[in-house]
């Protein structure tokens, strides 16, 4: 949910809004916006056309952010305070659902959220606001448990040597805030050079992905996502960086019977009816303009399918290519 942030206006324009209502054009019926965040996405689809959004945030900032302009919609916006991986259960026949992953510039921009190592804050980077934070992961989690969230979660390939940095810094004092622990981090990694993101970016994410179950989220996401929209209905997915990417993009293609023919030597297995048509054969980035804009949507991939009237069905975690911890980093 990398939006751009201006504190004196409302909405907030999320990234690749433009390509994706061209692509899931012309919008009608009824839609759900699976990451509402400051509502960009949501109002989008009702200019465009939609009926009706079901606007789905598990953040309770993002609602009390929404409160000066969602009354103006009226009935036309439902807001769900809960998570899309459940979005089956808040609505069905949909004709769109829309996710726009990762953390929303709301939260990044809040230093007491502690999703930001660039502002000093408490070490918290929980979405939702409730449940294990970053802080309980650093200061109560095993050396090689922290080293495989970094590892398979932030891509961070110095992995154990940040973990064993952790282990030795919190016996002297618990690790509480968000630069703490970026100074931690930078302290086992050589000096950025210029244009280079920052030391601790694969770390953040990797305690972000943990402690709000990105991954797992996303998985169980796309399989609800299945089965509450309607034949014809479109599902738009909008990633950050590779591993999500990845994962959707197996998805897309294994619903949609495209994951190729198997050995000739095993036996023959009975095809599913694809559940979905790819829209996007290729992934949809920012042109020029959006990046002069929003350097942020630098790394953003738009993958549109389209349901079938196949019954919906399940996909395995190793299937789309879901990290899974277990491994050592």
Known sequence: MAETTDPDRAPHIPVLLKPLLAVVAPVSGAWLDGTFGAGGYTRGLLEAG???????????????????????????????????????????????????????SMQLDLAERGFSFMR????????????????????????????????????????????????RE?????????????EIVESCLPRAKPHQSHPATRSFQGLRIAVNDEYGELFRGLMAAERALKPGGLLAVVTFH????????????????RTGGGSRHAP?????????????????GPDDDELTVNPRSRSAKLRVARRTDAPAGIVGEKQIGMPLLGGKG
């Open 50 to 104: 939609a009926d009706k959004v079901f606007g789905v945030d598990r953040d309770p900032l993002a609602f009390d952010m929404a409160a000066p302009w969602v009354g103006a919609y009226g009935d036309r916006i439902e807001l769900v305070e809960g998570v899309f991986s459940r979005m089956d259960e808040y609505a069905q026949g949909l004709d769109g659902v829309v996710l726009d992953l990762g953390v929303s």
């Open 120 to 167: 000093d804050g408490p070490l918290d980077m929980r979405m939702s606001q409730d449940g294990m934070s970053a802080a309980d992961i650093v200061n109560t989690f095993e050396e090689v448990d922290i080293a495989a969230i970094l590892f398979h979660y932030g891509e961070e390939r110095a992995s154990r040597r940040i973990a064993k940095a952790i282990l």
């Open 170 to 182: 919190r016996a002297k004092e618990p690790i509480t805030t968000t630069l703490r622990l970026a």
């Open 242 to 257: 590779s591993v999500e990417d990845r994962m959707v993009k197996r998805f897309m293609q294994a619903r949609a019977g």
């Open 268 to 284: 023959e297995q009975i095809k599913e009816t694809p559940a979905f048509d790819l829209i996007t054969r290729k992934a949809v």
